[in-house]
């Protein structure tokens, strides 16, 4: 579509600069359980967010009603919007970097070209395979779910840039019964790429994290030193990504405010997001107002280096956008706690006895991303000489984000990414409170 | 809005195949919403969304296609798309749609899209001066406001052809209470399926104290202690933890597959004798209910557990097949974008004979959950977390001091047995409930009951 008319139209009724961000993407999940295909869906979408600035205030909107008659009624949308607004923060639109780094491996013409015959294939081995791993598998489903983006950012101030990007999460999930009991688990493969998807370590993991969780029980109360496993980790640090935020620093909600420079984590700990991973559907040479992306540190050594920011919390702060403008508000891309040198066998040996966590649930309502306070159902195994030895459920891990940060006292090798993109390898921490029997 | 023309022919086209249920959903939806910081209003956004979502079946399997290109071409294409998973010959005849049937329960006085922005500005301007005003404690607040209106029309093989309108509001407050020593929020979002006309119900400022009051009383509240005791959960938002804990596990989606600690549990006593349970999607204005569900069937009212025995899981068509049950017309989805399944509508326990008093009276050691946070459960194993956003420990039968980050953990199999003493206040409270179909509105709700004995996670050292 040529959205010069809609800048042109949005001019005359007084607005000082327009921005489209336009986006079409495709789908398909496919889902086999006990042998049967269970869920194929398709899509096919596009929609389309505007934003205008109208005397000096922000307008928003968006659409998936895409079409050239509407643009007068458009701008009259964006107008009231932006009338009604009464926040005095800055608000830009963005006249474009120099230069943007153009990302390879994030689109891959092998996954678009693999018949749905083929991945639906992969879909039911896995699902077979998993299913007659073990016995007690009384559950097994697998899934594959692909999506592919075309995203289009234009600007009234002249700026233009497109990105493709697709992406593939291959994953089986099984629920293991045995005479008193049930324990549900999951594993998966990330990638854009088909010969990535090598299902003989995800089936070994899926199926042992399911049995050997059969009988678990909660220990007694008391404090642990524990290892939060990588994807685990990854979670927990998605909880408490707002505070890394600098809008939530600026509006007072999150602790971080006024610690730029100071320590607050573990020296060994670096906290980094990188927008040109390989294979991620989140790397990106640009954000979403247009903002060239890098890499950074966001935490470096112990030390908070920066916030996350855009433009308006860039411009009320006078620094630069870090390239976090995403969605309206501020997103890291790939964001992890870089690994360090010790792979998980050396850190249960090191620890000796403690606990394994391997599932913290209620993530989205446990937790408070202000405070940096946690109280998490729990789930893993007890630590025995260094070795795994009894499964354990239904104990509460208890901690604040921020002191657990600077508690750590080793740092995994074995980094793994949540499907969205946030990493960590495994951390252990001494003495937790831990609450079970 | 698609003419019944073009319905009948992608449906008559998709059952060109060995199909036997073919189903459309158009959606047209236009959605506002507004948000406060600062006192100064932030953002005022519209959102409109156009699509159509068809499944195409056979027996339980299903395929299903959405798109927003929604001309007859397309739309022909992405079915004929679908269909491959179904190759043969016909297997059934030529479906002819019937009379177009509206949904009429649920009226709405002021349709909230012809309302004035600056109208909707005022009620959050409102809301935000009476939660600051609360307390000096109060160092921020967020306001925020959303509106829907969704045009629906459903037509399917299985004579189906009904248009439906809903209509929601709500607003949420979300105070923070700060000092130099802590942080704390605490929130409240009253909804229902009317249009603006909500607020002149409501008590628009009572609605903000509360959510300045909540986080006021935690910024003083100790650490809750770590230990199994009785929990008395308050009524209204309380209900979340049967919506989690049981209501999930009631769905269809899980007990079709079997994966449910609910499976072919039906006629059997899985709740202590006080339990009822209801799920009705009728409730005139409720958040969760509708005319239809999103199958295009009447909403209904349905007893789910009758004096602790578990009398009907939540059945939507494809499930029914699975499982050899009838709907009991509890599909819902977000939007087009999400094939439907069973969920949710206004859930909650029914009222039993104790008053609040009386409950808190005969408990002499245990936590007092007054508001409930979020919580989520895990349908297969039945094991589920809640937060507690007000909490009070509850000493020699009295309501003592105020207590934080406190969780309760447990099984829904167990909790519901262990429930031994139900209330006579039933109250519901409004939720957005998150599962395979997207997120959707849907009530929670109960008495004030207690639970015998439940893990409490807390942060302090037990020192009863």
Redesign the interface.
């Known amino acids: 579509m040529n959205f010069k008319p809609l800048f042109e139209i949005a001019k005359k009724t007084g607005f000082e600069a327009v921005q489209v961000k336009y986006s079409d993407s495709k789908s398909i999940d496919l889902e086999v359980f006990k042998g049967e295909l269970d869920k194929h869906e398709i899509s096919d979408s596009q929609s389309l967010t505007i934003e205008g600035i109208y005397e000096g205030k922000m307008g928003k909107m968006s659409t998936e009603n895409i079409d050239e008659s509407q643009f007068e009624k458009w701008v009259e949308k964006l107008k009231e919007s932006a009338q009604a607004v009464e926040s005095k923060d800055p608000v830009v639109i963005y006249e474009g970097d120099s230069s943007y780094k153009e990302i390879d491996g994030v689109y891959s013409e092998a996954l678009e070209t693999l018949s749905v015959e083929a991945k639906k294939k992969i879909v039911f081995e896995l699902e077979e395979r998993v299913r007659n791993a073990d016995e007690r598998i009384d559950i097994s489903e697998a899934f594959y779910s692909e999506s592919s983006k075309h995203v289009r950012l234009e600007n009234s101030k002249g700026l233009t840039l497109e990105k493709r990007v697709n992406h593939a999460v291959l994953g089986a999930h099984v629920v293991a019964k045995s005479e008193d009991d049930s324990r549900s688990a999951f594993d998966y493969i990330q990638s854009n790429q088909p010969q990535d998807f090598d299902t003989e370590q995800l089936i070994e993991k899926v199926v042992k994290r399911g049995t050997s969780m059969l009988g678990a029980a909660p220990v007694e109360s008391g404090k642990y030193d524990v290892i939060i496993e990588n994807r685990t980790s990854a979670s927990l640090l998605g909880a408490f990504l707002s505070m890394f935020k600098a809008e939530n620093v600026q509006k007072g909600l999150s602790k971080l405010k006024g610690k730029l420079d100071e320590p607050i984590a573990e020296t060994t700990l670096s906290l980094v997001e990188d927008p040109f991973m390989e294979k991620s559907p989140k790397s990106t040479g640009f954000d979403g107002e247009g903002v060239a992306t890098y890499k950074k540190s966001i935490i470096d050594k112990g030390i908070l280096k920066t916030y996350m920011h855009n433009l308006k919390t860039a411009k009320k702060e006078g620094v630069q956008s870090t390239g976090n403008g995403f969605g309206g508000g501020i997103s890291p891309t790939n964001l992890f706690i870089e690994p360090g040198n010790k792979n998980l066998e050396e850190m249960l040996e090191d620890m000796g006895n403690g606990l394994f966590i391997t599932s913290l649930q209620g993530l989205h309502s446990g937790t408070s991303a202000i405070s940096g306070d946690f109280s998490l159902q729990a789930s893993g195994y007890t630590v025995e000489n260094g070795k795994l030895q009894k499964p354990v459920s239904l104990i509460t891990l208890s901690s604040n984000y921020l002191e657990l940060l600077k508690s750590i006292d080793t740092i995994g090798s074995d980094l793994k990414f949540t499907f969205s993109y946030l990493g960590s390898p495994s951390l252990r921490i001494n003495k937790m409170s831990v609450s079970g029997k | 809005m698609l003419e019944k023309r073009i319905l009948e022919r992608i449906i008559n086209e998709a059952l060109e195949s060995t199909a036997d249920f073919a189903e459309v959903f158009a959606e ?1 939806t236009m959605q506002n919403t ?1 948000s406060m ?2 006192s ?12 159509v979502g068809i499944r195409i079946a056979k027996g339980h ?9 929604t001309d007859e071409a397309s739309l022909i294409s ?1 079915t004929n ?2 269909k491959t ?1 179904f190759p043969g010959d016909r297997v059934r005849e030529t479906v002819t749609l019937g009379e177009l049937r509206h949904g009429k329960n649920h009226s709405v006085k002021i349709y909230p899209d012809t309302v004035d ?2 109208k909707k ?1 005022s009620l959050l301007k409102r809301s935000d001066k009476s939660a600051r005003l609360y307390s000096k404690d109060i ?2 607040v967020n306001v925020s406001y959303m509106d829907t209106v969704q045009h629906v029309t459903i037509a399917s093989s299985e004579d189906i052809y009904v248009k439906d309108t809903r209509v929601r509001t709500r607003l949420g407050i979300n105070s ?1 209470a ?1 000092n130099d020593k ?4 605490g929130f409240n979002g009253p909804g229902g399926s009317y249009g603006f006309e909500f607020y002149d119900k409501i008590d628009v400022e009572e609605e903000a104290r509360e959510a300045s009051r909540i986080a006021v009383t935690m910024l003083y509240a100790d650490e809750c202690p ?3 005791m009785p929990v008395v959960i308050d009524n209204g938002f309380g209900g979340v933890i049967f919506h989690e804990a049981c209501g999930h596990s009631l769905e269809a989606t899980s007990v079709a ?3 449910s ?1 609910f499976s072919g549990k039906k006629g059997e006593k899985i709740g202590s004798d006080l339990v009822t349970a209801i799920d009705d999607g009728t409730i005139p204005n409720a958040w969760g209910s509708a005319n239809y569900d999103d199958e295009g069937l009447s909403q209904k009212r349905r007893v789910l557990i009758d004096k602790g025995i578990l009398n009907s899981y939540m059945v939507d068509q494809l499930n029914g097949k699975r499982m050899g049950e009838v709907s009991t017309h509890s599909s819902r989805r977000q939007s087009y ?1 999400f ?1 439907p399944t069973s969920r949710m509508s206004n859930t909650y326990i029914d009222n039993g004979e104790s008053t609040f008093d009386e409950i808190i009276e005969n408990t002499e050691y245990g936590l007092y959950a007054r508001k409930m ?4 459960v ?1 349908p ?2 039945g ?5 507690v956003m007000e909490g009070y420990m509850i000493r020699n039968g009295k309501i003592a001091e105020p207590v ?4 309760l ?3 829904g199999k167990d909790a519901l047995k262990k429930i031994d003493m139900v209330g006579n206040n039933l109250l519901r409270a409004q939720g957005m409930c998150g599962s395979v179909s997207g997120s959707i509105a849907a009530d929670v709700g109960q008495p004030t009951i207690r639970i015998a004995s439940i ?5 302090k ?2 020192a009863s």
């Open positions: 047209s507004l910081q600062d100064a209003l932030q953002n005022a956004k519209t959102n409109e969304l156009k699509g399997k299903s395929v299903y296609g959405h798109t927003n290109k992405l798309d679908l998973a922005v600056s500005v160092k921020q923070v700060s802590d942080m704390q929020h770590s230990k199994t597959k079997n994966a600690v974008r094939a946070g979020g919580g989520s895990n297969s194993t094991d589920f977390n809640f937060s934080k980050g406190a969780t953990v447990g099984t893990t409490v996670g807390g942060r050292e037990d």
